[in-house]
Nanobody
Framework: QVQLVESGGGLVQAGGSLTLSCVAS????????MGWFRQAPGKEREFVSA????????SYADSVKGRFTISRDNAKNTVYLQMNSLKPEDTAVYYC?????????????????WGQGTQVTVSS
């Protein structure tokens, strides 16, 4: 079992930046592909970004490409999401997820473990 705890959310003005962190505990963190998803009110949960277990492979949703950067520190059991040039449409609850694969996972159903989420609100 893997437990995930996100932090770093908050209120920021459009154009600002935030860095989300997700700390994992439990099984070997480095054996998991890690991802970030988000869910806005009234909308389905959507893929944001993912990183493979070594960290060399990443994937981004088109809506965040060039603005968000995912990274991981296996020594700290932590995955990060650096978010720059934030827009009001980025407002959502952001969830960290872990899936037992060495490949980059981009689909909701591929992930087995989820955090509780952290709220990101971008004001215009």
């Amino acid at each position: 079992q893997v437990q995930l705890v996100e932090s770093g959310g908050g209120l920021v003005q459009a154009g600002g930046s935030l860095t989300l962190s997700c700390v994992a505990s439990g099984r070997t963190f480095s054996a998991y592909s890690m991802g970030w998803f988000r869910q806005a009110p009234g909308k389905e949960r959507e893929f944001v970004s993912a990183i493979g277990w070594i960290g060399g492979s990443t994937s981004y949703a088109d809506s965040v490409k060039g603005r968000f950067t995912i990274s991981r520190d296996n020594a700290k059991n932590t995955v990060y999401l650096q978010m720059n040039s934030l827009k009001p449409e980025d407002t959502a609850v952001y969830y960290c997820a872990a899936g037992p694969s060495r490949f980059v996972l981009t689909t909701y159903t591929q992930y087995q473990h989820w955090g509780q989420g952290t709220q990101v609100t971008v004001s215009s």
